[in-house]
Structures are given as structure tokens and as C-alpha cells.
């Protein structure tokens, strides 16, 4: 997943048809007869924080099957540090408060 990251698959019109952001990881299962675990989100998680797209990465993890981990919302902090959103910054670190206190 990062290679297609650091060649902008992710930000082409064309994955953003052919792979809606919001069931990249049901893909995963349906193709590959795998159950998408926390692993699997936090990878998609990465991929859409790092491109920038930080209101989808909350959407998704707000979304998701179960219970995001810690990891989860620090990996959604860091790209709010690297795309210098602090208003949703302050949210993520609520969140990480309530698993982590």
C-alpha cells in the first residue's frame, strides 16, 4: 500500500472510481476471502491521512465495524500534524483521552 501512496495511485481520479474510499477494505475480504481486521483499517487509515483526505479518514474510522484502537486515532493525529489541521487534532486527542486516559 505505501508504494501506491508515493506514486499518487491514491490521488488519481481513477482509484477514487474503481476503489471508493469507504470500501477499500470490504474489497480486501470479497476478493481474497480474508475478514478485514483493525490492521487492514489502520493501513487505509495511513494511506488516506497521508494524501490529505482527513475529513474521509475520520468518516471511515467513525464507520468502522468496531471499536478503533488507540493506534488508529494516532495514526489519523499524525496526519493532521503533517496537513496542519488542529481543530480536527483536538478531537482526535479527545478520542485517544477516552482509550488512553
Known sequence: MS???RSNWIASPMFMLEI???TCTLKVGVEHGISPTMD???CIVDLL???G???KTEAY???MPFEPSALVWQTL???CK???NTEMSKRVVGHLLELEP
Request: cysteine-free; aromatic content about 8%.
Open 61 to 63: 474510522i467513525n464507520n
Open 53 to 55: 483526505h482527513l475529513d
Open 40 to 42: 487492514h483499517y489502520a
Open 49 to 51: 491521512g497521508r494524501a
Open 77 to 79: 493525529l499524525g496526519a
Open 82 to 84: 503533517i496537513h496542519g
Open 3 to 5: 508504494t501506491s501512496l
Open 20 to 22: 471508493p474510499w469507504l
